[in-house]
């Protein structure tokens, strides 16, 4: 674990983290803010893969929130940048929206959009344009032996009110009841994510932390990768779930606008005693 007065990077999680639904997360701009004052660091990281930065940086920006596109990282370009090492402007069959098509195109993979001819990995995102034919055909694929990627584990996709609408991990139970396979996860919780954001930002391992509001996915994201972990209550998880759960944070706060404070006073800390 980090000490706060370290900590050079925060990765953010969005939903329930720095906003919830349509409505900014009370000390949410004080805390990068802050991080400006203080010379510190943030990315926003989100396993959302059927958008893509310059769309969550509209969406930032309605909020109140107006950022460069390079503070926003999502699992799709992260699944780019693990691709791009294993096999430079591979073919890939890829089952995701128009928005993470871009994303591929514009680092140089060639999409294949029928049966006919044969990939070399098959991707599946959060595909909110899913079709019968872009499941029959990724089925296929994978049961012939074509390696098959997914860039996020997430069940469920949460909306207001406490809705949700079903995400990649669903579609991934789907394809392994047809199949019998399962995918390379490039997303939260799992390391790939932070490893390509640690070798396109040129960051060390032990400077950076994981903010957000979910256990399995962003605290577990912080144990899997060996970095600091920072558990937001503002989100889904409550205090009897984080009592009950085997995954433990490095640091846990009510929400971003304490987490705001505390990273404040210890940097203010760590100044005077080295000015001591």
Same mark, same amino acid.
């Given at each position: 674990?980090?000490?706060?007065?370290?900590?050079?990077?925060?990765?953010?999680?969005?939903?329930?983290?720095?906003?919830?639904?349509?409505?900014? @997360?009370?000390?949410?701009?004080? *805390?990068?803010? =802050?991080?400006?004052? %203080?010379?510190?660091?943030?990315?926003?990281?989100?396993?959302?893969?059927s958008q893509?930065?310059?769309?969550?940086?509209?969406?930032?920006? %309605?909020?109140?929130?107006?950022?460069?596109?390079?503070? +926003?990282?999502?699992?799709?370009?992260?699944?780019?940048?693990y691709?791009?090492?294993?096999?430079?402007?591979?073919?890939?069959?890829?089952?995701?929206?128009?928005?993470?098509?871009?994303? *591929?195109? &514009?680092?140089?993979?060639?999409?294949?959009?029928?049966?006919?001819?044969?990939?070399? *990995?098959?991707?599946?995102?959060?595909?909110t344009?899913? #079709?019968?034919?872009?499941?029959?055909?990724?089925?296929?694929?994978?049961?012939?032996?074509?390696?098959?990627?997914? #860039?996020?584990?997430?069940?469920?996709?949460?909306?207001?009110d406490?809705?949700?609408?079903p995400?990649?991990?669903?579609m991934?139970? =789907?394809?392994?009841?047809?199949?019998?396979?399962?995918? @390379? @996860? +490039?997303? %939260?919780?799992?390391?790939?994510?932070?490893?390509? +954001?640690?070798?396109?930002? &040129?960051?060390?391992?032990?400077?950076?932390?994981?903010?957000?509001?979910?256990?399995? #996915?962003?605290? &577990?994201?912080?144990i899997?990768?060996?970095i600091?972990?920072?558990?937001?209550?503002?989100?889904?998880?409550?205090?009897?779930?984080?009592?009950?759960?085997?995954? #433990?944070?490095?640091?846990?706060?009510?929400?971003?606008?304490?987490?705001?404070?505390?990273?404040?006073?210890?940097v203010?800390?760590?100044?005077?005693? +080295?000015?001591?």
């Amino acid at each position: 674990m980090t000490k706060l007065s370290k900590i050079k990077c925060f990765l953010l999680d969005m939903d329930g983290t720095f906003y919830l639904g349509n409505k900014l @997360i009370d000390g949410s701009l004080d *805390f990068l803010k =802050m991080l400006e004052e %203080k010379n510190r660091d943030f990315l926003f990281l989100t396993n959302n893969s059927s958008q893509n930065r310059i769309a969550y940086k509209e969406k930032l920006k %309605k909020l109140g929130c107006d950022v460069p596109e390079d503070k +926003i990282f999502t699992s799709g370009e992260a699944t780019t940048i693990y691709l791009k090492k294993r096999k430079a402007n591979a073919k890939v069959f890829l089952l995701g929206t128009p928005f993470l098509e871009k994303e *591929f195109e &514009q680092n140089g993979f060639q999409l294949v959009k029928d049966k006919n001819t044969s990939p070399d *990995f098959v991707v599946l995102g959060f595909d909110t344009t899913l #079709t019968y034919e872009k499941i029959w055909f990724a089925c296929d694929f994978i049961r012939a032996g074509v390696e098959y990627i997914a #860039t996020h584990p997430d069940f469920n996709c949460p909306l207001e009110d406490n809705k949700y609408k079903p995400d990649t991990g669903a579609m991934i139970k =789907m394809i392994e009841a047809s199949t019998g396979k399962l995918p @390379i @996860i +490039i997303g %939260k919780p799992n390391e790939y994510i932070i490893n390509a +954001i640690i070798e396109k930002y &040129q960051l060390k391992r032990d400077e950076i932390a994981m903010v957000g509001d979910r256990l399995y #996915t962003d605290i &577990q994201t912080g144990i899997n990768a060996g970095i600091s972990s920072i558990l937001v209550m503002s989100g889904e998880t409550t205090l009897e779930m984080y009592k009950n759960s085997e995954i #433990t944070a490095d640091y846990v706060f009510p929400s971003i606008k304490e987490l705001n404070q505390a990273v404040k006073d210890a940097v203010e800390e760590a100044s005077l005693t +080295i000015g001591a």
